[in-house]
């Protein structure tokens, strides 16, 4: 299994308040994402990664902000947190190395619930 | 854009029946194409792919065909077991290592 580790595992906080979730991982693999998954809606993608510093936005990026200051560590952040938010979120990630399209793998996901 | 479309769920089996998923696709220029499957409580594990036209990709007694004509990468298993009950997710990249889901199809087998 890829060495992926998503932190916290489950959290319940308030609306308005500030929430980080980090990823870590030990493959040193070049591209990180994030992504909530949501019934009905299946994975969507937040903000992915492509380098240490380099971040682009996914298709469902408002409220959500991410860096990356080391290859191995993804920070995504909910700057004040909604209700809408409350989702499972998962951290992949992608070797983006060598010709075509290489598969993600996939951390164990954050339960995230905003009260 | 790019979208992948599946096919509700759940689909209920029992063991050893023939499971079909279907999954369509709309892309611009030429996806690789993708199945992962989740088990409860876990994430997604990549279970086969194709990269081109024609490609089969085949996995753990799973099969699907990339067919152009038809913008179609359905799953096939010929005998289902009760261990195989999860939730299915077909994808295409999109360029640049990125991927697009489809909803998800959960698969219960039953004894």
């Known amino acids: 299994d890829a060495g992926i580790t998503q932190s916290p595992r489950h959290k319940v906080t308030e609306t308005g308040t500030p929430v980080t979730l980090r990823c870590h991982q030990t493959?040193?693999?070049?591209?990180m994402y994030w992504y909530r998954q949501d019934p009905g809606h299946g994975l969507r993608l937040i903000h992915y990664?492509?380098?240490?510093?380099?971040?682009d936005k996914g298709e469902v990026s408002d409220g959500y902000s991410v860096s990356r200051s080391k290859t191995e560590d993804f920070l995504l952040t909910l700057e004040s947190a909604t209700s809408s938010q409350t989702s499972v979120y998962f951290c992949?990630?992608?070797?983006?190395?060598?010709?075509?399209?290489?598969?993600?793998?996939f951390g164990d996901g954050t339960r995230l619930s905003i009260l | 854009g790019n979208s992948v479309t599946q096919m509700e769920g759940p689909v209920t089996l029992s063991e050893e029946a023939f499971l079909t998923i279907n999954c369509t696709y709309t892309a611009t220029g030429y996806p690789s194409l993708f199945w992962y499957v989740q088990y409860p409580g876990e994430g997604l594990q990549l279970l086969l792919k194709?990269?081109?036209?024609?490609d089969k990709g085949s996995n753990k007694g799973f099969e699907a065909t990339y067919r152009k004509e038809t913008t179609s990468f359905h799953l096939e298993k010929g005998s289902v077991q009760v261990s195989d009950s999860a939730v299915y997710f077909c994808?295409?990249?999109?360029?640049?290592?990125?991927?697009?889901f489809g909803t998800g199809t959960r698969l219960l087998v039953s004894p």
């Open positions: 990664s492509y380098g240490v510093k380099d971040t």
């Open positions: 994808a295409l990249n999109t360029g640049f290592q990125k991927l697009v």
């Open positions: 493959e040193n693999h070049r591209y």
């Open positions: 194709a990269t081109k036209a024609d």
């Open positions: 992949a990630i992608s070797e983006g190395t060598g010709t075509g399209v290489q598969p993600q793998h």
